[in-house]
């Protein structure tokens, strides 16, 4: 927030500041009590936001949800301290509040037009490089339980190889944490131009991906390596 500084009026820097200072006592108020609490319009408050690079308030109060499950201490790694239960109360807090943070801002819409395209499509494929690799083929496994066919590439040369064998009918899913992977970037945007539908998901929005995607999905899920078993 302290990077906007130079581009925000006085007022809208005073409730950047409180947001970022006071996480806790923001993440559940409404974009008309926050408007309230401060004294301004809620006009305002959408403007602080997209100023911010966010679409919308329940944008920014994930990303500030996101940033107090972060620094809370319930979401610290896990050290070699912690004991069993403490370690399973770690990854199931962080689990469950990800998830809902997650929900709140799932395009509903997006979500039915997607299940739409999976129910006719004759071909699913995910990409994802790294980690992120992992859990495109978790995924393909999902579908084969499902009995949808599903392939899954985290190889660069085979991601960009089956990119361009895709077309129109097809479905082509991308993971990125970051959202600004290049290969997984390139992969969609390779599936676009054959006509196949892209499907982004990524931990941040107004990313490379976002735009290489039809279809893109923010999740909220502290980036922490000891919770990479968790997701």
Known sequence: ??????????????????????????????????????????????????????????????????????????????????????????????????????????????????????????????????????IARGESLRFANLKVAAEAYSEEFQMILQASRMKKGQIAFGYSNSGRSRTTVAVLEEARRNKALTVGFANFRNTPLEEASDIFFCTSFPTQNAFTAGL
Request: glycine share 6%; net charge neutral.
């Open 1 to 134: 927030i302290g990077n906007y500084s130079q581009v925000l009026t006085s007022g809208e820097y005073h409730i950047a500041e409180y947001l970022r200072k006071h996480p806790e006592e923001v993440i559940n108020h409404s974009i008309q009590s926050v408007a309230a609490n401060f004294g301004v319009s809620v006009a305002s408050v959408s403007r602080l936001a997209n100023t911010l690079g966010y679409r919308d308030w329940k944008d920014l109060r994930l990303s500030v949800a996101r940033y107090a499950s972060i620094t809370n201490p319930v979401f610290s790694d896990i050290s070699n301290d912690d004991s069993d239960e403490v370690v399973a109360g770690k990854i199931f807090d962080m689990t469950a509040t990800s998830l809902r943070d997650t929900f709140e801002q799932l395009d509903r819409k997006n979500l039915s037009r997607l299940v739409r395209a999976i129910t006719r499509a004759d071909r699913i494929v995910f990409f994802g490089s790294g980690g992120s690799g992992c």
